[in-house]
């Protein structure tokens, strides 16, 4: 550490630092999804969640809906405490917030393809605010009115309505172009393997997805987005062997390994183990004494926490059995 | 006497000294102080029962200002200051001036890096009460340094004085 950053860290972060470390003791055990995943039902489930910080957030939740609300409303919180008031450099909020611009743009494409109400579609958990989505294109910011405007130039059948399968697609080449940028602008090692790292789990998501609507290799190769430690040609080199085959080849190469073969054949596993993956790398963030890397790795472990107890509670609720969901959250638990 | 050297007289050097001293020690343990308050604050919002225990890091950067303080004192004991009876040669008040420079230097640096280092012991407490004795071992470490600085210190000016 060089002896200005011997100062300016501890000034800069450490209070936020310092919150992070304790909240680090309260994130949910394994035993806790243990008793979650025990319960008889649902009420069972809020009462154990009660117990914790995520109580607020859903005690007022009966139903699928409520509990999207109460998790959203939980990283809302974070993302507020944590990435609006912990004076971290712009471009490692802005690395968070505009996943959710974009996420927010691709509701706003698929609705008007699909013709209807984009509402429920969008997060206010972006840098943008949500009613913008829902206006002309004009009062985007100049950032997603371009890629709206290259998405649109891309996927637009000629005289007719937009192809929504090719949304998806088109706006996380989008994203992950922006993210590289922001990448570039931040000067972060720490934010450029995270960067690698995410590239390499949306690409193997897209794999796991392609494989399993049985999307012919030709249309793959334009789903892998750059920036991964993966080349995109071995990714489509793999796509065309068996699943099995293809997942324990991809499970032992660049930043995907170490990820459970058997989570990369099946989607509701892969998000989970995904988020777990990432958190073991983001955990090397916790032997950093200072800066803004421990408050990062904070929040990205939350935000697989919510990925799990989105997994759990939903799918508890969509009458999952047990030991299948066991099976999604083994990597947490 | 009224020789001078650099055109400061005897006891001039001898304030210099000890008042480069007493700054030297005071920015470190201020900076110090801070480094590690901003984490601790951050531990005690989040778990007040933890004050009690994060309160010896955060103070421990302190004692650099002490030694700083404990040197002047010293310069001011040691060459008459208080009985008003200064009588000090330029070379002798250039010698203060030097004695005192362990003190300033050793203890705004260490002052500074002890901080930094109690940052990191703060976290070992946020996270284990039970690690609170082996937390303050590492920034005591830096310590040492500073303990040595104000020994050397003294030592030369009870030569000079002697």
Redesign the interface.
């Known amino acids: 550490?060089s002896a200005t950053r011997?100062?300016v860290d501890?000034?800069r972060y450490?209070?936020?630092?310092?919150?992070?470390?304790?909240?680090?003791?309260r994130m949910l055990p394994p035993s806790t999804y243990e008793r979650l995943l025990d319960a008889r039902d649902f009420a069972e489930r809020r009462r154990i969640l009660g117990e914790t910080i995520y109580g607020g957030y859903l005690e007022r939740a009966h139903h699928t809906e409520g509990i999207e609300r109460g998790l959203e409303a939980a990283i809302a919180d974070l993302y507020a405490e944590f990435l609006g008031r912990a004076n971290l450099p712009e471009p490692l909020v802005a690395y968070f917030r505009t996943r959710h611009d974009f996420e927010n743009l691709k509701g706003r494409l698929k609705a008007e393809a699909l013709g209807i109400e984009p509402g429920e579609l969008f997060t206010r958990l972006g840098a943008t605010p949500v009613e913008v989505f829902s206006g002309p294109a004009e009062g985007l910011p100049p950032l997603l009115r371009a890629a709206e405007r290259r998405i649109r130039a891309a996927i637009e059948v000629a005289d007719g309505p937009l192809d929504v399968e090719r949304v998806d697609e088109a706006v996380d080449a989008e994203l992950y172009a922006a993210l590289a940028d922001i990448v570039a602008r931040a000067k972060s090692p720490f934010l450029a393997t995270l960067f690698a790292l995410e590239a390499d789990l949306g690409n193997a998501r897209a794999f796991i997805r392609g494989r399993a609507r049985n999307v012919p290799v030709a249309r793959m190769e334009g789903r892998f987005v750059p920036g991964g430690r993966i080349p995109r040609a071995r990714l489509v080199s793999l796509y065309r062997l068996p699943l099995a085959e293809a997942a324990a080849r991809l499970a032992a190469t660049g930043s995907l390994r170490g990820v459970d073969p058997e989570a990369l054949t099946d989607l509701e596993r892969f998000d989970v183990a995904a988020d777990v993956h990432r958190a073991r790398l983001v955990r090397t963030s916790r032997l950093i004494?200072?800066g803004p890397e421990?408050v990062l790795g904070y929040v990205m472990e939350r935000l697989a926490e919510v990925t799990a107890l989105r997994t759990l509670l939903i799918g508890a609720l969509a009458g999952v059995p047990r030991e299948v969901l066991r099976a999604r959250l083994e990597d947490v638990m | 006497m009224n020789e001078t050297i650099m055109g400061l007289s005897g006891i001039d050097w001898a304030y210099f000294g000890a008042a480069v001293a007493a700054i030297g020690g005071g920015i470190g343990s201020a900076i110090g102080i801070t480094l590690v308050s901003n984490a601790a604050t951050g531990v005690v919002t989040e778990d007040p029962d933890k004050f009690g225990r994060i309160l010896p890091l955060a103070a421990m950067p302190g004692t650099q200002g002490i030694y700083g303080f404990i040197t002047a004192l010293l310069v001011f004991i040691f060459f008459g200051v208080f009985a008003g009876d200064v009588d000090i040669a330029a070379h002798e008040g250039l010698r203060v001036f030097f004695a005192c420079l362990p003190v300033a230097f050793v203890c705004m640096i260490s002052g500074i890096y002890q901080g930094a280092t109690a940052v990191g012991a703060a976290g070992m407490v946020a996270r284990r009460d039970e690690d609170a004795g082996k937390a303050l071992i590492f920034p005591a470490l830096v310590e040492t340094y500073a303990v040595f600085s104000l020994i050397v210190t003294i030592i030369m000016m009870l030569y000079i004085a002697g």
């Open positions: 550490m011997a100062i501890p000034i450490g209070f936020a630092v310092g919150r992070v470390r304790v909240l680090e003791t004494a200072i421990p």
